[in-house]
């Protein structure tokens, strides 16, 4: 039996200080596309940071950049605040309709209320490292944004083809991650992160409230250079463009509900092929399939049942942070 008055032997002692010396794991939060759905992720975050559990690096893809990049740049209070403040008439004033454009929307009021948040703020400056995970327009390639202006990242990240103008960066176009890695977990493990807590917006998303319903635009008009108004009366003009975008059609669905149903089946496809070869160590898939893809006015039921499934989750978040050594900071979850 060896004597423990002995020092130990130079192999001991290496492993020892080895053992020491091992970095702690990094915690990688990937933050999924979901039109209006996202703001789940304001939820998701929230609860875990209650529970002690703080992420060295965030992806986010779509709405899950705006998250995202909100929370490190310490705006997510702010964020939700905005997003539980929209209703119907709200969220109508931010569709500046354009009649000749890459995209229907502009999306310039959505960047004036980015700039007046987010005004100069760059990606490099945050205190923990992000990405925004776009499509390369020419060749479908996926483009990783990691410096730079925050805002053009976001904007660049939720560009949806058809819906959102492309934004030129660096010489290249960029149009919605989502196309390309609607989850990006492959992201984080590139960054450097060794436990992946993935965020899907689209597990149980399918059905009619996987698009955007008619009715909920029924009070609204769209008048030329003026974008939307609310109205009492149908003076044949009436939602002429929404109905078009957004309505379901007894024969034929709508521009919109077509686009945002393709939409839900590519990301859903992407991910479950992407993370057979490349799975998330924990995956949070809050149940808010019944909730539509443009229903960002939802963001009080959202918030909460990206709380819950972090609640539900909880147990298997602890255990994968115990089996990969981040015991110091795990002991005392509440």
């Given at each position: 039996?060896?004597?423990?008055?002995k020092?130990?032997?130079?192999?001991?002692?290496?492993?020892?200080?080895?053992?020491?010396?091992?970095?702690?794991?990094?915690?990688?939060?990937?933050?999924?596309?979901g039109?209006?759905?996202?703001?789940?992720?304001?939820?998701?975050?929230?609860?875990?940071?209650?529970?002690?559990?703080?992420?060295?690096?965030?992806?986010?893809?779509?709405?899950?950049?705006?998250?995202?990049?909100?929370?490190?740049?310490?705006?997510?209070?702010?964020?939700?605040e905005?997003?539980?403040?929209?209703?119907?008439?709200?969220?109508?004033?931010?569709?500046?309709?354009?009649?000749?454009?890459?995209?229907?929307?502009?999306g310039?009021?959505?960047?004036?209320?980015?700039?007046?948040?987010?005004?100069?703020?760059?990606?490099?400056?945050?205190?923990?490292?992000?990405?925004?995970?776009?499509?390369?327009?020419?060749?479908?390639?996926?483009?990783?944004?990691?410096?730079?202006?925050?805002?053009?990242?976001?904007?660049?990240?939720?560009?949806?083809?058809?819906?959102?103008?492309?934004?030129?960066?660096?010489g290249?176009?960029?149009?919605?991650?989502?196309?390309?890695?609607?989850?990006?977990?492959?992201?984080?493990?590139?960054?450097?992160?060794?436990?992946?807590?993935a965020?899907?917006?689209?597990?149980?998303?399918?059905?009619?409230?996987?698009?955007?319903?008619?009715?909920?635009?029924?009070?609204?008009?769209?008048?030329?250079?003026?974008?939307?108004?609310?109205?009492?009366?149908?003076?044949?003009?009436?939602?002429?463009?929404?109905?078009?975008?957004?309505?379901?059609?007894?024969?034929?669905?709508?521009?919109?509900?077509?686009?945002?149903?393709?939409?839900?089946?590519?990301?859903?496809?992407?991910?479950?092929?992407?993370?057979?070869?490349?799975?998330?160590?924990?995956?949070?898939?809050?149940?808010?399939?019944?909730?539509?893809?443009?229903?960002?006015?939802?963001?009080?039921?959202?918030?909460?049942?990206?709380?819950?499934?972090?609640d539900?989750?909880?147990?298997?978040?602890?255990?994968?942070?115990?089996?990969?050594?981040?015991?110091?900071?795990?002991?005392?979850?509440?």
């Open positions: 039996m060896a004597d423990p008055t020092s130990p032997s130079p192999a001991g002692a290496e492993a020892s200080q080895n053992a020491q010396a091992w970095p702690k794991p990094k915690i990688g939060l990937a933050l999924g596309g039109v209006g759905r996202g703001w789940a992720h304001i939820g998701v975050i929230q609860r875990l940071l209650e529970h002690g559990i703080r992420p060295d690096l965030v992806a986010g893809t779509s709405v899950g950049a705006l998250v995202g990049g909100c929370y490190l740049a310490g705006r997510l209070d702010t964020l939700e905005w997003a539980r403040s929209l209703n119907r008439r709200r969220m109508a004033g931010y569709f500046d309709f354009l009649i000749n454009g890459t995209g229907i929307i502009g310039k009021k959505l960047e004036k209320v980015l700039q007046r948040h987010l005004g100069d703020i760059l990606i490099e400056d945050l205190p923990q490292p992000f990405t925004a995970v776009t499509s390369e327009l020419a060749t479908g390639h996926e483009a990783w944004l990691r410096s730079g202006s925050l805002v053009e990242a976001i904007q660049a990240a939720y560009a949806l083809p058809g819906v959102f103008p492309p934004r030129k960066i660096m290249r176009w960029l149009i919605d991650g989502a196309l390309v890695n609607p989850l990006p977990v492959s992201v984080c493990r590139a960054m450097g992160a060794r436990l992946v807590i965020v899907g917006l689209h597990a149980d998303a399918f059905g009619r409230a996987a698009v955007s319903r008619a009715e909920r635009y029924d009070d609204f008009e769209f008048v030329e250079g003026q974008g939307l108004r609310e109205t009492d009366q149908d003076e044949g003009g009436k939602s002429a463009m929404l109905k078009q975008l957004f309505g379901v059609g007894e024969k034929t669905p709508s521009m919109g509900t077509v686009m945002l149903a393709s939409l839900n089946i590519v990301m859903d496809r992407l991910t479950r092929s992407r993370l057979a070869g490349d799975p998330a160590d924990v995956s949070l898939l809050p149940s808010i399939g019944h909730i539509a893809l443009l229903d960002f006015d939802k963001a009080d039921e959202l918030i909460e049942l990206g709380k819950q499934c972090v539900h989750q909880l147990p298997f978040i602890k255990n994968a942070l115990s089996v990969l050594g981040k015991n110091d900071e795990t002991d005392n979850f509440e």
